[in-house]
C-alpha cells in the first residue's frame, strides 16, 4: 500500500523535494544540451577558392557577392571580354533548381531568367535552360524564350562538394541591375518535353552596382511573412512561455492562489499562441510545396498533442488529499518536461530547415539560456532554504 505524501516522514519528503530538484535541472541542463538537429552542409563565401578547374579566363577577374545570404547563394562575375559577362552562381545542393533572373523593372514578370537543376542519382547530367517569366503561374513560364544572348555553349551547371555550381556567359554591354534568385520546391525537376516550372519556393529581388560589387535587397520571398509568423509564434508560445509557466508552478507556490492562476494563465497564452504557429506552418507547407518537413511537421504536431493533453489535464487534476493526487503530478511534471524539451529541439531545427541565420540562433538560444539561468538558480535556492 502506497503512504499518502502527507504520512511521509520528514525526511522522506526530504528525499523526495530533493529527488524533484534534481529532476528539474536534470531536464533543464538536457533541454541546453539537445542539438538543433542540422545536417552538415558545405558552404561557400567570397573569400573561398572557386573549385571549378575548367573556366576559359582567369578567376582572379571575378567580382564577388554574397547574393542571398538566408539561402547562402553567392553570385561571381567579371566583364572577360568587351561586351561579354560571366557569371557563376553558386548555391547549397539541397535537392532543388536554382534561378537567377535579369528584369528591366524588379518585377519578376517580364523578366528573363537563367534556371539549372540537377537531381539526384543523374551522373553529372544536369541542365540548365533560359526561360521566360511572362506571368506568375507555371504555364506563363516559357523555356528556351528571353531576351539574353546568351554565348552558345556557356550554360551549364555542375555539382561539388555538394553545392551548384551554374555558369553562363551573357553578351551585353552592361547587365541588367535588378536581379532576381530562385530557389525551386524540393525534389522536382522540369523534364522533358515541357520542361515546366513549379512555383518557387522562395525568391528575392536585389539591385547591385557591376563596378563596386555593392547590392541591396529590394523584397523576399513571398511566404517570408507568414514563415516569421510561424517561427516567431512558436518560439512564443512553445519555446519561452511554456518554460516561464512551469518556472512559476515550480518556484513561486509561496503565493497561493497567485501562482496558480498565473501558471494557468500563462501557459493557457503559450498554447494559444503555438497554436496559431503551427496553424500557420501548416498553410506555409501547403503553399511551399515543401517535401523536407516531415519531421519538423512530426514532432510540431506531437509538441502540440502533448500540450491539448496537459490543458486537459487540468479538468481532472485531483484535490489535494486524493491518493491519485501524486501520480497526477507524476504525468503533468513529466509531460510537461518533455513538451518543453522537443519544442526547444524543433525550434532549433525550424530554424535550421528555413536558413533563417545565426541571429535567430542567437536570439532564441540566449532566450533559453537566460531562463534556465534563473531556474537554476533558483532550484538552488529552494535547496539551500530547506
Known amino acids: 500500500m502506497i503512504l499518502h505524501y502527507f504520512h511521509l516522514s520528514d525526511r522522506e519528503k526530504m528525499k523526495m523535494n530533493l529527488y524533484s530538484s534534481v529532476s528539474f535541472i536534470f531536464f533543464t541542463l538536457i533541454a541546453l544540451q539537445c542539438p538543433p538537429l542540422t545536417i552538415q552542409q558545405t558552404t561557400d563565401s567570397c573569400s573561398s577558392t572557386l573549385p571549378l578547374n575548367d573556366l576559359t579566363f582567369n578567376s582572379s577577374l571575378l567580382q564577388c557577392v554574397e547574393a542571398w545570404t538566408p539561402q547562402n547563394y553567392i553570385l561571381r562575375y567579371a566583364r572577360t571580354l568587351e561586351n561579354t559577362w560571366s557569371f557563376i552562381l553558386s548555391a547549397p545542393d539541397s535537392n532543388v533548381f536554382i534561378g537567377i533572373g535579369f528584369s528591366t523593372n524588379g518585377q519578376m514578370i517580364g523578366s528573363s531568367a537563367v534556371v539549372g537543376w540537377l537531381p539526384p542519382g543523374s551522373g553529372g547530367g544536369g541542365q540548365a535552360k533560359q526561360y521566360f517569366l511572362g506571368g506568375q503561374s507555371p504555364g506563363e513560364v516559357t523555356p528556351d524564350q ?170 481532472a487534476r485531483p484535490d489535494k488529499e486524493s491518493k491519485y493526487r501524486k501520480y497526477w503530478n507524476w504525468y503533468h511534471h513529466n509531460i510537461g518536461r518533455a513538451l518543453i524539451i522537443l519544442a526547444i529541439s524543433n525550434i532549433f531545427y525550424g530554424i535550421h530547415l528555413a536558413k533563417a541565420g545565426s541571429s535567430w540562433n542567437t536570439g532564441y538560444g540566449s532566450a533559453v539560456g537566460v531562463l534556465a539561468l534563473a531556474a537554476t538558480g533558483l532550484e538552488v535556492r529552494k535547496l539551500m532554504n530547506k
Request: glycine fraction near 10%.
Open 146 to 315: 528571353g531576351d539574353l544572348v546568351i554565348v552558345n555553349g556557356s550554360l551549364k551547371i555542375e555539382s561539388v562538394s555538394s553545392r551548384l555550381y551554374m555558369s553562363f556567359k551573357l553578351t551585353a554591354e552592361l547587365p541588367r541591375q535588378s536581379i532576381l534568385y530562385a530557389k525551386g520546391p524540393a525534389g522536382f525537376f522540369p523534364s522533358s518535353p515541357g520542361f515546366r516550372l513549379r512555383e518557387h519556393q522562395a525568391m528575392t529581388t536585389t539591385t547591385i552596382n557591376y563596378n563596386t560589387g555593392s547590392q541591396s535587397v529590394v523584397k523576399g520571398s513571398p511566404h517570408s511573412k507568414l514563415r516569421k509568423t510561424h517561427g516567431l509564434m512558436n518560439m512564443t508560445g512553445w519555446g519561452i512561455l511554456i518554460i516561464i509557466g512551469a518556472i512559476v508552478a515550480r518556484h513561486m507556490k509561496q503565493w497561493e492562489p497567485t501562482w496558480f492562476y498565473s501558471h494557468i494563465a500563462v501557459q493557457i497564452t503559450g498554447f494559444l499562441l503555438g497554436l496559431t504557429g503551427i496553424i500557420c506552418g501548416l498553410i506555409l507547407e501547403n503553399r511551399t510545396n515543401a517535401s523536407n518537413v516531415s519531421t519538423h511537421k512530426a514532432l510540431g504536431i506531437t509538441i502540440l498533442v502533448m500540450g491539448g493533453l496537459q490543458v486537459l489535464a487540468l479538468l
